[in-house]
């Protein structure tokens, strides 16, 4: 079945670690993006990329970075340098018809704890 | 001023009840809009996008007010496989086109 892959489901980060979430798709989207969300608040951008060797930081991308070497695979990093890292990250993908994003869908996401 | 707002809830509602959810966007230059669902500790999920002349998907219904930068989503006859939270989420018609989410309503729906 096409869809969205995130690994791990559950994931603890000791201080200093870093730690790698997966995602992958096998949907041909050409976006894919990351998000992570916290509870109450709405979804925030860390970071997205549009096409493949290239990556843009969203709206919170201190303290993560992203790869993007192939079309469906879009990892996201961790650093030592996200102090308040415990949150629900998600990843989603999209379409670019015509220069328009088409709806986001999302991975099953991953949850980030501290030891 | 968030640039999308909901209502957080929760909304309480008997099956079979009619209920409302609004949301209210702020930057004119947002392009489309949708209505995901979210259940506990899940992703969120496309419910509807949201079209200017109003649509219609089996129970749900939404609406939208470019006028007023408001957005509605209406649903009949609610089931308790409703109960989730509905985000509210508009797309900026920027070079890259992001999306804004809502902070979500929540909906509980009893016997």
């Known amino acids: 079945d096409g869809g969205i892959t995130q690994s791990p489901k559950y994931l603890f980060r000791k201080e200093g670690q870093n730690v790698t979430l997966s995602c992958e798709q096998n949907l041909n989207h050409d976006a894919m993006y990351w998000y992570r969300q916290d509870p109450g608040q709405g979804l925030r951008l860390i970071y997205y990329?549009?096409?493949?060797?290239?990556?843009q930081k969203g709206d919170i991308a201190e303290g993560y970075s992203v790869s993007r070497e192939k079309k469906e695979s879009f990892p996201l990093t961790v650093t030592s340098a996200q102090k308040n890292p415990t949150a629900f990250y998600l990843c989603?993908?999209?379409?670019?018809?015509?220069?328009?994003?088409?709806?986001?869908?999302f991975g099953d996401g991953t949850r980030l704890s501290i030891l | 001023r968030k640039e999308v707002e909901q209502d957080p809830g929760p909304f309480n509602v008997p099956e079979g009840a009619t209920v409302a959810f609004n949301c209210t966007y702020s930057?004119?230059?947002?392009?489309?809009f949708f209505w995901y669902r979210q259940d506990c500790r899940k992703e969120p999920k496309l419910l509807m996008s949201?079209?200017?002349s109003g649509n219609e998907d089996g129970r749900f219904t939404a609406q939208l007010n470019r006028a007023s930068q408001y957005i509605s989503l209406l649903i009949r006859d609610s089931k308790l496989s409703d109960s989730a939270t509905y985000l509210c989420v508009v797309r900026l018609n920027t070079g890259f086109q992001k999306l804004v989410f809502g902070t979500g309503t929540r909906l509980l729906v009893s016997p």
């Open positions: 989603a993908s999209s379409i670019m018809t015509g220069g328009s994003n088409q709806p986001q869908h």
């Open positions: 949201v079209y200017s």
């Open positions: 990329s549009q096409i493949v060797n290239d990556f």
């Open positions: 930057n004119s230059a947002s392009q489309s």
